[in-house]
């Protein structure tokens, strides 16, 4: 995202080509077991896709050269819009990294090829601790009773708000945040009342002028992970009946129940930016700008946005937790995990370095730098600590991910899918086609793409 900001929201990949000239070459070529046992230095590459991440890895990575003198490691930092295409084509062409980023939406292809290693048998011979870890984070990358990478980071999703535009406006935060799908619950009112005309009225109340909205209350994002995706996990439905499906679920009657409450926000009730304002195609209209300029008070998304939004926005942040659905509150839980190249002349080298940077002196160094939430439960503090410093609270996202929580979807031909879903449900967004169309219709094009990657 990191372009970590970009990273797990905006699945919008073109990797389908790619994938396609991986797939038909088949699986990778092995591994040779060449070590520094000749006294000669072993040159591993790692690749990354987040800039901001890479300063605090290249700290980390500085002590393991101290601690491994026979091992450089170089960092390749690839942007993440090309970052899938580049490592595939890099692989088919023998010449990929030692170790890289792994995002769920590419885990299952990349396995399904042979191109990232099962460390199974070299987490039980070096007796790596796999418990010190979220579980979450270690069953997403599990396939088949192998595993392909140890977790380094996690996040979920919930509220960024501009607390001084909630005083600003006296925007009531309910103790209890709900929503349900036949419009009731707590949520919707609040953001009625932090959405203002430009007299600074609030919607509701007298003379509020509908057509002059100055300030939206949030954006609604065609997103299935810091947009819809928590909004389907609270009402019992999913991108996926369950990972490594062949199916899509979006057609579901509770998927559509959800849908219709999360774009309703937007079409029905108008506290949301409209479709059409915002979104890549409309300079100067990402989430995170409107949230910058007060165009919107609240910003739905990743733990990941933290340093972008700290060094955008010129008031005070705060957090709140997502709002509870039907079945509780439940928010999309992801994660990386470094994984090794099958084809890597240098497997041995490459472990020693997944290793290090999966253990909680690694881990530390990043939770204290805020560069992420650490992978190992007990480190959360570190980059808690570090945020509040800084003037923002992360507890709501700590506190989702220790409460009720849906990985990511997976499955081969899931990051294509979802592009082309999220193609397909563009309309149902913009109001101009029925939930029912939408998701028929997405639910057709991801079918498709995951049958033709089995």
């Excluded at 601690?67 to 595939?88: A, D, F, R, S, W």
């Excluded at 949520?187 to 959405?195: I, S, V, W």
Aim: net charge neutral; hydrophobic share 40%.
């Amino acid at each position: 995202m990191r372009q970590r900001l970009r990273r797990r929201g905006a699945v919008a990949t073109l990797i389908a080509a790619a994938l396609l000239v991986l797939a038909a070459c088949g699986q990778g070529w092995g591994t040779s077991d060449v070590g520094a046992g000749d006294g000669k230095t072993v040159n591993l590459t790692y690749a990354l896709w987040d800039a901001t991440q890479q300063v605090g890895y290249q700290k980390s990575i500085d002590i393991f050269e101290k601690q491994h003198p026979n091992i450089h490691v170089t960092i390749e930092q690839i942007p993440y819009g090309n970052y899938p295409q580049k490592l595939t084509s890099e692989y088919v062409s023998h010449d990929a990294p030692d170790l890289f980023w792994v995002n769920t939406p590419f885990l299952a292809n990349w396995i399904q090829d042979g191109m990232v290693k099962d460390i199974g048998p070299l987490i039980k011979r070096d007796h790596v601790n796999m418990s010190q870890y979220y579980p979450a984070l270690v069953k997403l990358h599990q396939h088949a009773g192998k595993i392909y990478g140890l977790p380094k980071d996690w996040d979920t999703i919930a509220l960024y708000y501009n607390k001084d535009y909630f005083a600003q406006h006296h925007v009531k935060i309910p103790k209890n945040l709900t929503w349900n799908p036949d419009g009731g619950g707590t949520f919707t009112p609040m953001l009625k009342q932090a959405t203002t005309d430009d007299k600074g009225r609030s919607m509701g109340a007298p003379g509020f002028d509908a057509g002059n909205i100055k300030t939206y209350a949030l954006t609604v994002a065609n997103d299935p992970q810091s947009g819809y995706g928590s909004f389907l996990a609270m009402n019992g439905a999913g991108v996926l009946p369950k990972p490594y499906s062949k199916k899509i679920s979006l057609a579901q009657p509770a998927a559509q129940q959800a849908f219709q409450y999360y774009t309703g926000l937007m079409n029905k009730d108008h506290v949301g930016v409209p479709a059409g304002e915002m979104g890549p195609e409309v300079a100067g209209s990402t989430a995170t700008q409107l949230f910058a300029e007060g165009r919107v008070a609240i910003y739905q998304a990743g733990d990941w946005n933290t340093s972008t939004i700290a060094s955008s926005v010129k008031f005070k942040v705060g957090v709140l937790p997502l709002p509870a659905g039907p079945q509780g509150r439940v928010s999309v839980f992801n994660g990386l995990v470094d994984a090794i190249n099958t084809a890597s002349p240098h497997p041995k080298e490459a472990w020693e370095l997944e290793k290090w940077l999966g253990s909680p002196a690694s881990e530390k160094i990043m939770g204290e730098g805020g560069y992420i939430w650490p992978g190992i439960k007990s480190l959360d503090p570190l980059f808690l600590q570090h945020w509040k410093k800084e003037g923002i609270d992360l507890q709501p996202f700590l506190d989702e991910a220790r409460g009720k929580v849906v990985n990511f979807p997976v499955s081969p031909g899931i990051a294509v899918g979802l592009v082309d879903m999220a193609n397909e449900l563009g309309p149902m967004f913009l109001g101009s086609t029925s939930v029912a169309d939408g998701t028929r219709n997405a639910t057709i094009a991801g079918n498709h793409d995951l049958v033709s990657f089995y």
